[in-house]
């Protein structure tokens, strides 16, 4: 019994590793993905908008790009957990 616990172990601790490896990845990138999820939003609006944004508060910067880092990273660990379960 104790080698299926050091098993799970194993496993969550994977899990564990490549979500934060996939998150560093995305964080070092994610000026690139933010363009990316927002493009489609720039060129449907008209071409008198400006391409900037506006922060209304200092952090909103730092948890906007660390949201977007995270959910990428759990969206590309869903078939990997899947794999592991």
Known sequence: MYHYFLELQNRVLYL????????????????????FLVKPVFFSAS?????YFIYTNITEVFFTYFKISVLIAFYV?????????
């Open 47 to 51: 071409k008198e908008l400006s391409y």
């Open 77 to 85: 660990l869903i078939p990997y957990t899947a794999i592991q379960v």
């Open 16 to 35: 564990l590793v490549f979500f934060f490896l996939i998150f560093t990845l995305n964080y070092y990138y994610k000026e690139a993905l933010f363009y």
